[in-house]
C-alpha cells in the first residue's frame, strides 16, 4: 500500500514493549501473548491492526517450539479442539470486522474475568476430555482467537481444570495454536485484514517478541509447576483490566 506511514515513534515504542512482554509470557507460559499484547496495541493502533499483527509475530516466533511440543502434547485432545477452532475462527474474525471496537474489548474482558473466577473458585473437571465439549471449547477457543487471538483462556480454563502436569498443558497449547495459525493466517488474508501495514509492523515486532519468546522459555525451566499455574491465573486478571474500556 503506498501510502502507508509508520506509527508516530512513541506509538511505535510502546507497540515493541507490548512485544517484548507479550514475547516473554508467550514463551514462558505457552499462551498470555494475547492477553498482554492485545490490550495494549489495540489502544495505541486500533484493534483490526493489532489482533492480524500479533498472530503473524506470535505464531512465527513460536515454531522453533512446535517439534517439542508435538512430542510431548495428548495430540488427539489437541485435534479435537483445533477441528472445533476451524469452525469459530472465521466467526470471530467477522465479528471483528463488524462490531464496535469497545463492544469487542468488553466483551474479551468479561470472558477473561469469567474464566479466572472459574478457575480460584476452586471448581474442576475431573473427568477425561470427551469429544463433544473438547470441540465446544475448541468453537469457544477459535471464535475468541479470530476476534482478538485470545483463544488461549477457553483453552487453558478446559485444561488448567483437570489433573495435567504443567509441562503436558504448555505443549498443548502451543501445539494448538500452531494448528489453528494456519486458519486463523487464511481467514485474515481473505478479510483483508493481512494488509502491507502488518507485514511492515511485523518485521520491526517480530525480533523483539522472539527476545521475549526466548527469555519466557528459558525462565520457564526455573519455575515450580504451583508457581507456573498462579502466573497463568495472574496474566487473565491483568489482561482482562488493562483491556477494560474505562481506562480511556
Do not use: K
Amino acid at each position: 500500500m503506498s501510502g502507508f506511514i509508520l506509527p508516530a515513534p512513541a506509538l511505535l515504542a510502546g507497540t515493541l514493549l507490548a512485544s517484548f512482554l507479550a514475547g516473554l509470557a508467550r514463551g514462558f507460559s505457552g499462551f498470555g501473548s494475547a492477553l498482554i499484547f492485545v490490550p495494549l496495541a489495540s489502544a495505541l493502533l486500533g484493534p483490526r491492526l493489532a489482533v492480524p499483527l500479533l498472530m503473524l509475530i506470535d505464531n512465527l516466533s513460536a515454531l522453533p517450539m512446535v517439534p517439542a511440543a508435538w512430542r510431548n502434547a495428548a495430540r488427539r485432545e489437541v485435534a479435537l479442539l483445533a477441528a472445533g477452532a476451524m469452525v469459530g475462527t472465521p466467526l470471530g474474525v467477522l465479528a471483528l470486522l463488524r462490531l464496535d471496537p469497545v463492544v469487542v474489548r468488553w466483551a474479551m474482558c468479561l470472558l477473561a474475568l469469567a474464566m479466572l473466577a472459574l478457575l480460584v473458585s476452586g471448581w474442576r473437571y475431573r473427568g477425561r476430555p470427551v469429544t463433544p465439549l473438547s470441540l465446544a471449547v475448541g468453537v469457544v477457543a477459535g471464535i475468541c482467537g479470530g476476534l482478538a487471538q485470545m483463544s488461549g483462556p477457553a483453552v487453558l480454563a478446559y485444561w488448567l481444570g483437570g489433573a495435567v502436569p504443567a509441562h503436558r498443558i504448555r505443549s498443548n497449547i502451543i501445539l494448538f495454536f500452531a494448528f489453528t495459525s494456519v486458519v486463523g493466517a487464511a481467514t485474515y488474508l481473505l478479510s483483508g485484514l493481512l494488509t502491507l501495514e502488518v507485514v511492515v509492523l511485523s518485521l520491526l515486532a517480530g525480533p523483539v517478541f522472539a527476545l521475549g519468546t526466548w527469555m519466557g522459555a528459558r525462565l520457564f525451566g526455573l519455575a515450580s509447576e504451583a508457581t507456573f499455574r498462579r502466573i497463568c491465573l495472574i496474566l487473565i486478571g491483568l489482561a482482562a483490566l488493562l483491556g477494560l474500556p474505562l481506562w480511556q
